[in-house]
């Protein structure tokens, strides 16, 4: 793990010029920047940069949209599989597990050997499992074992995306490209339930995983021939793919081709290494304000269909429709936030020229994002109590949408800034939090309501929500000293500073 003391735009040494270095696409054209500029950060073009986003934000949407599709068919699969409800419901709470833990597994092993080999091992898992899926005679016990390895390989979209992002954007742009690339991981949950009843109910259920076996395979061959390795200890800046053809000559491992003192390499991953960055503490608290804003929108999202249905007189149908409006709301979200977190770091940087923002300065915009999610769930749990209009109940979820994503595009962009040895391994932990209190939730919130009631169920949902405005103000006043002093003791255990980050 490394800590950056200030913003990458802050590095100012010119570094000496190097000699080109022989690749695939012939000689490194050298990094050296103009005289007295910071190197550049990226030397890729604008057209590469945003295929890579599309790319990795595609590559994101099929753990959400696996995890979505399966949904509606649930009874299908009690009798096809000759199990009981809880033991196909259960199905889904071991691939949700897995996507919650394997992320650790991908990112870590990401940041320290390439991300396109990761990204081409793990859709590959997912591919086969989805065909064995697809083409086997229904066994329960299979079913388990290639939900497994579908959730496993599935896991690696999201932290792999955040790594590659904090590779190819500079800080001045990346909450902004991290909103495009979370695009994905979001519309998952929301077309995944309409693709899955509609392809089940026309093809039959063999087919939801035959659509994704075909569509993903169809990702998996842009990806081999489209994306290069953007690891920034392996390829730096990009100069190696500077002159490049959007379309590259596949290989399984691009050689490093850059100085290991100016882009140091991270550690091979260890479970003692992944411990380790627990002992940040501004890692736990943006992880965990993340994940109790992501448990109160769970918990709202799996009592929605309940309450719509037995309040409202809504059809599955109806319900399905419904979950559009949350859904919308989590991708405006997300692009608002990034534009605006990045709006305001630009319009800092000019007027202090002399004081670069630290990643710290993003932090105060979640702020409204808390209070517009403990919003949203305080007014959700007291309209559905009255049975207001059903109109108001999908604003309260709209707004709580809104609200969670809106922090979690701050908090992904804070630890990209703060850690850019190992960003996806940073933003794999946050998920690590994040799924199993979603999946507490989830489990909870039921008998909760029976006994509160759901107007103060909610309302305790949010008043925890709350503490998370108290642990964020004390996280702003201590996280840039913190974070220094990390630096410092990690600069004399390796005997040198972190690599350069340019513009």
């Not at 989830?442 to 305790?460: D, H, N, R, S």
Request: with cysteine.
């Amino acid at each position: 793990m490394s800590a950056s003391s200030s913003d990458p735009n802050s590095t100012t040494p010119t570094p000496h010029p190097e000699k080109a270095i022989p690749s695939p696409h012939g000689n490194v054209p050298s990094t050296k920047p103009p005289a007295g500029g910071p190197p550049t950060y990226s030397v890729l073009s604008p057209h590469r940069r945003r295929m890579i986003l599309g790319i990795v934000a595609v590559a994101g949407f099929f753990g959400p949209l696996a995890a979505g599709v399966y949904l509606p068919s649930l009874p299908t699969f009690g009798k096809v599989f000759h199990g009981s409800t809880t033991a196909i419901n259960a199905t889904v709470s071991v691939f949700m597990a897995v996507l919650a833990i394997a992320p650790l597994f991908w990112a870590s092993h990401a940041d320290h050997a390439g991300r396109k080999p990761l990204y081409q091992v793990s859709l590959a898992i997912y591919i086969a499992s989805n065909i064995l899926l697809a083409t086997l005679p229904p066994n329960l016990g299979a079913l388990y074992v290639l939900r497994i390895l579908q959730g496993f390989g599935a896991a690696s979209g999201l932290s792999l995306g955040a790594g590659t992002v904090a590779d190819v954007v500079p800080p001045k742009g990346r909450a902004r490209a991290m909103s495009v690339v979370l695009l994905g991981p979001q519309l998952g949950p929301v077309l995944g339930p309409l693709l899955g009843g509609a392809i089940a109910g026309g093809a039959g259920w063999r087919w939801i995983f035959g659509f994704l076996a075909i569509t993903c395979s169809t990702l998996y061959v842009v990806l081999t021939f489209c994306l290069p390795e953007t690891l920034r200890s392996i390829v730096g800046n990009g100069a190696v793919y500077a002159d490049a053809p959007l379309i590259l000559r596949p290989r399984w491992r691009q050689p490093c081709v850059v100085d290991p003192a100016k882009y140091p390499k991270a550690p091979p991953p260890t479970l003692l290494g992944i411990i380790k960055l627990l002992r940040y503490p501004p890692v736990v608290i943006v992880s965990l304000n993340a994940a109790i804003l992501f448990a109160s929108y769970y918990a709202m999202n799996v009592t929605f269909p309940h309450f719509l249905e037995d309040y409202y007189g809504f059809s599955t149908t109806g319900v399905g429709v419904s979950y559009l409006a949350p859904g919308l709301s989590l991708v405006a979200g997300s692009m608002t936030s990034g534009r605006l977190s990045d709006f305001h770091r630009s319009r800092y940087t000019k007027n202090n020229k002399d004081c670069p923002p630290d990643p710290e300065h993003r932090l105060h915009l979640q702020f409204p994002g808390i209070l517009l999610s403990l919003s949203g769930i305080i007014m959700y749990g007291w309209f559905v109590r009255y049975r207001i209009h059903v109109a108001t109940v999908i604003v309260a979820s709209s707004l709580t949408a809104f609200g969670m994503t809106w922090v979690f595009i701050t908090t992904t962009s804070y630890l990209t800034e703060s850690f850019k040895k190992t960003p996806a391994t940073l933003v794999a932990l946050a998920s690590l939090f994040r799924n199993p209190a979603a999946a507490v939730a989830a489990a909870v919130v039921a008998p909760l309501t029976e006994k509160m009631g759901i107007g103060w169920c909610f309302t305790g949902l949010a008043l925890v929500e709350l503490g998370c405005i108290a642990s964020l103000t004390w996280l702003m006043a201590n996280a840039k000293s913190m974070r220094k002093e990390l630096e410092e003791r990690e600069e004399a255990e390796n005997g040198r500073p972190n690599g350069p980050v340019g513009k």
